[in-house]
């Protein structure tokens, strides 16, 4: 049998931004503007993003519940998942671009394969599924050479 487990833990969610003002007052009304339109954590120059965390509250037990899956199936994962699962991907994008190429300048040569990898990771990232057919979402490598996703 298939179980979903979760646990609660209560955080309080701390942000803390640069921002100069006249006063208290006016560095608030000018965070609370860019907390309204989304734009609060774009770490601007003339706003920057100090700290961003979530720090749990202390004096609550965890606590772990279980309920069987309906019809015996995970559900699909939730987009908060799917988000972590983006970035993961994006900064391992980064890394195996980073390694292609230190490689190719080592080389002389640029190493396809490298870039390919590199690529196919960078498409899991932008949630271009379709065009990643064939690819182990946890490594974000091709499972076969070819997969037709060369950028050459």
């Known amino acids: 049998m298939k179980y979903l487990v ?3 833990l209560p955080y309080e969610h701390i942000c803390r931004i640069g921002v ?8 608030c009304a000018k965070a609370q503007e860019r ?14 993003l100090l700290y961003d965390d ?6 609550c037990a965890l606590e772990f519940r279980a309920t069987e899956c309906e019809g015996g199936r995970y559900p699909e994962p939730d987009a908060s998942v799917k988000t972590l699962q983006r970035r993961n991907w994006a900064s391992r994008a980064a890394e195996l671009l980073i390694e292609a190429y230190r490689r190719a300048e080592e080389g002389h040569c640029v190493d396809w394969s490298d870039l390919d990898e ?9 949630g271009h599924a379709a065009d990643t057919e064939g690819i182990d979402p946890d490594s974000g490598a091709a ?4 997969s037709g996703l060369s950028p050459r």
């Open 54 to 59: 979530y720090e749990e509250v202390e004096g």
């Open 20 to 27: 100069e003002a006249d006063s208290e007052e006016a560095a």
């Open 143 to 146: 499972d076969t050479e070819e």
């Open 6 to 8: 979760e646990y609660v």
């Open 118 to 126: 590199a690529y196919r990771t960078a498409l899991l990232s932008t």
């Open 35 to 48: 907390f309204d339109n989304g734009t609060l954590w774009d770490d601007a120059p003339d706003m920057p």
